[in-house]
């Protein structure tokens, strides 16, 4: 159902606070979860929805739901997103590794993935510069590896302030700051958890917002995507966050946008 573009939104922009948001489309009755495997077609059908209200933001260009309900998502092992099944995907995950090795000289260093999943990028970063790593996901799955990485551990859980001790010299997020309600909040208590290891550098990798909008990859339009990004607003939330941005680009034939940061001295 198409909404008028001229009805303003109530709700501020979750990136940069802006109020002045203006609604686009509404989209009713969406599965709450993608990703969730059911057991039969009846369950599967009546799966939990929710509804989508794209809004867009006239200052940083960010579009987000304000109907999202972040109470509603459950994250468990039955959750299932992972694309290394994909060759096409394993050889994109596998080339970021690379780069990420050698432009920041990962070797013998420790990793934070947030959001790692079942840990396959975690594992690639590690193996190729014989690195340390921890990886932070409620849904990862233990005891898939037949061969463990001695130096890697996984916490099943959503990385918070409570792992503020946790040090590391790259903190990697993939795909997984488009699923948070409150970036900007998430974005400030992390900068606030690096402290002042200015050395630290920072990782993110979210779908491209003007691929889904512009070049219409509606697929990535779902329920549990509060947050399109684009190159302004994500360069918008981390800058307002305290961080230097470094570097922006786009990957897997533009449907990925990156970003790379560094702390800002406090």
Not at 73 to 80: A, C, H, K, P, S
Not at 128 to 140: A, I, K, Q
Not at 160 to 171: F, P
């Amino acid at each position: 159902m198409l909404h008028s573009a001229s009805a303003m939104a109530r709700t501020a922009c979750p990136v940069c606070g802006n109020t002045g948001t203006v609604e686009m489309v509404r989209i009713a009755s969406m599965p709450l979860h993608a990703n969730l495997l059911w057991d039969t077609r009846e369950a599967a059908i009546g799966c939990q929805k929710g509804d989508i209200h794209l809004t867009a933001c006239r200052g940083c260009d960010h579009v987000f739901n304000p109907a999202f309900d972040p109470a509603r998502m459950e994250y468990t092992e039955r959750y299932e997103n992972s694309l290394f099944f994909s060759p096409q995907f394993q050889s994109y995950a596998g080339s970021l590794a690379e780069s990420l090795v050698r432009r920041h000289d990962l070797h013998g260093k420790d990793i934070i993935e947030i959001g790692c999943g079942k840990g396959d990028f975690l594992k690639l970063l590690c193996r190729l510069g014989g690195n340390r790593g921890v990886g932070f996901d409620p849904s990862y799955e233990p005891g898939l590896d037949p061969e463990p990485l001695p130096d890697l551990d996984f916490v099943r859980d959503f990385y918070g302030e409570r792992y503020a001790h946790y040090s590391a010299d790259l903190i990697c997020c993939r795909h997984v700051l488009e699923h948070i309600a409150e970036p900007a909040r998430f974005l400030a208590a992390l900068r606030a958890a690096i402290g002042n290891r200015l050395a630290t550098k920072v990782f993110f990798e979210v779908p491209n917002g003007l691929y889904s909008f512009h070049d219409l990859g509606i697929w990535d339009i779902i329920y549990e995507h509060c947050s399109y990004f684009t190159e302004a607003s994500l360069a918008t939330l981390f800058r307002s966050a305290g961080f230097r941005v470094l570097d922006t680009g786009l990957e897997y034939d533009n449907q990925f946008l990156w970003i790379e940061a560094s702390p800002c001295p406090a």
